[in-house]
């Protein structure tokens, strides 16, 4: 069983930071690329960031560059998505996904976690 989980998310006020947490279980992590998406209400899902198997290569989208890091921890079986200045239009839910070793800033992604709320409000 392939098992994605996201953790760390809440409510923060906006100019906060959060740290996500993606744990990965029933296989290898470090054969696989993660991706970050998220979904804004009354909106769509979108991709955010994403980080390659080795983490060597990591991509973000505009809205997020100078405010977001991925990173990841192979051992722990974890990818982190820290955060900052974060303003009221990141709120939404929040997933990660996997596939092999690459990449990309598209939803071409095999494995996906539940998501998790993200709400930043005053």
């Known amino acids: 069983q392939l098992k994605l989980v996201e953790s760390g998310g809440g409510l923060v006020q906006p100019g906060g930071s959060l740290r996500l947490s993606c744990v990965a279980s029933g296989f290898a992590l470090n054969n696989f690329g993660i991706g970050w998406f998220r979904r804004p209400p009354g909106s769509v899902r979108e991709a955010v960031s994403c980080?390659?198997?080795?983490?060597?290569?990591?991509n973000y989208v505009d809205s997020v560059k100078g405010r977001f890091t991925v990173t990841r921890d192979n051992a722990k079986g974890t990818v982190y998505l820290q955060m900052e200045n974060l303003k009221p239009e990141d709120t939404g839910v929040y997933y990660c996904?996997?596939?092999?070793?690459?990449?990309?800033?598209?939803?071409?992604?095999?494995?996906w976690g539940p998501g998790i709320q993200v709400t930043v409000s005053s």
């Open positions: 980080i390659s198997n080795s983490g060597r290569d990591t």
């Open positions: 996904a996997a596939r092999f070793v690459t990449c990309v800033l598209s939803n071409e992604y095999d494995y």
